[in-house]
């Protein structure tokens, strides 16, 4: 089995080296077999190549089955004429890695910003391949546009097809889960395209009679994931609103820092912190490299699940574990969390754990 290995921007690098480095002790424990390929891609790539992104990479990612993909900033990158391409918009759309997937959940032993008593367990189900995002739609020529000097507009695309299968991915989620998809939509004034939204996740739903469906406005569902995040158990939400939310949840559970998600499509997936690239703590060893080793054992999960591979499976349990086992320990807390311990040392606590 063959992985990708893109590092990245900022942070990117020293969180995919930490990653690699607990993957291989996983490895060694449970036989993967996993090989690494590396390439460029971000600000290393542009001063190689003049692209943030070759074609040809994004060609050749198509036959990997599993892709570790570092933080990018984006917001830092020249014009697309110039050679700044969003990787991470590149990789979902080329690749369809449609569903991203993105856990926050309190623990007992990490202190969260939630109200005292207040816990969280939730995931939220992104559609990653359309929606507001103007790089998402530049293909048909829509984007944004200004008609005027003074006058700009945006275009969101979403598709019955795209909606109904986030939607599938929520479900079935949710069925392992406590049974219930809440639907975050704004349909009372975007009526046709969260109206659309909506319609596609009713619809769905009658496939899965065990799981309980609500919806909510996404004003709302801010206020309640801050007052009464037990709730929700999987939110199924378009591009941006799952986006905006994601940052919301995964903060308020306890910190950005422990943020893991994957982007998955039907053949590939994809894993990827949750966060930015961080620059203002990049090189320093202060990133906490949880996010990027937590998606790493989802994207384990996800194979051992598609690939009917049971000990891909238990890999990525015994990575979740191990991170856990480390996280209930004070002595080990990154900077996010108010401690001192660094990127490497997190890393070697977590080796240490997976081998006990
Ligand atoms: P970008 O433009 O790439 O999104 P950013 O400056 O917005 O970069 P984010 O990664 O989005 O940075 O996160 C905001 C802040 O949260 C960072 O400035 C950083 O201080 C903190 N942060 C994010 N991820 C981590 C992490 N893994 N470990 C520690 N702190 C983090
Ligand atoms: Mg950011």
Redo the contacts with the bound molecule.
């Keep these: 089995m063959k992985f990708l290995v893109l590092p990245g ?3 990117g690098p020293e ?1 995919i080296e930490s990653a690699v480095a607990v993957l291989k002790e996983v490895d060694k424990k449970h036989g993967l077999g996993i090989e690494y390929d590396y390439q460029e891609i971000g600000f290393a790539s542009l001063e190689k190549y003049g692209t943030t992104l070759r074609p040809e990479l994004l060609e050749s990612a198509r036959t990997y089955e599993g892709i570790l993909l570092g ?6 990158y020249p014009p697309p004429d110039k050679g700044g391409i969003n990787v991470s918009s590149a990789f979902r759309v080329g690749l369809d890695l449609y569903a991203n997937v993105r856990p926050a959940r309190t623990r007992p032993y990490i202190p969260s910003n939630l109200r005292e008593g207040k816990s969280m367990d939730l995931v939220i189900m992104r559609e990653a391949t359309e929606g507001f995002y103007p790089d998402r739609n530049m293909s048909r020529g829509w984007g944004e546009v200004m008609p005027t000097p003074d006058m700009a507009l945006s275009t969101r695309k979403i598709t019955r097809h795209c909606s109904e299968r986030i939607a599938r991915r929520a479900f079935e989620l949710a069925a392992k889960r406590r049974k219930k998809v809440t639907a975050i939509h704004k349909a009372n004034s975007f009526h046709m395209t969260d109206g659309l939204f909506l319609e596609a996740v009713r619809h769905v739903a009658k496939a899965f009679p065990e799981v309980e469906l609500d919806d909510l406005l996404v004003d709302a569902s801010t206020a309640h994931l801050v007052r009464n995040p037990e709730r929700f158990d999987v939110l199924v939400a378009t591009n941006f609103y799952g986006d905006i939310l994601s940052d919301l949840a995964s903060e308020l559970s306890g ?3 422990l943020a893991g998600s994957v982007m998955a499509g039907d053949h590939q997936c994809c894993a990827q ?1 949750q ?7 990049q090189n320093q060893d ?6 990027m080793i937590l998606s790493v054992a989802m994207l384990l999960e996800w194979m051992g699940e598609k690939k009917a591979l049971p000990v891909w499976a238990e890999a990525g349990a015994t990575l979740h574990h191990a991170v856990e086992k480390v996280l209930a320990d004070p002595t080990h807390r ?3 969390l108010g401690g001192s311990t660094g990127t490497r040392a997190f890393t070697a606590a977590v080796i240490a754990q997976i081998h006990q």
């Design positions: 921007d900022g942070i969180i933080t990018i900033s984006h917001a830092d910190s950005l820092g912190a966060h930015g690239s961080a620059p203002d703590i202060k990133a906490n490299p949880a996010s990154t900077r996010d």
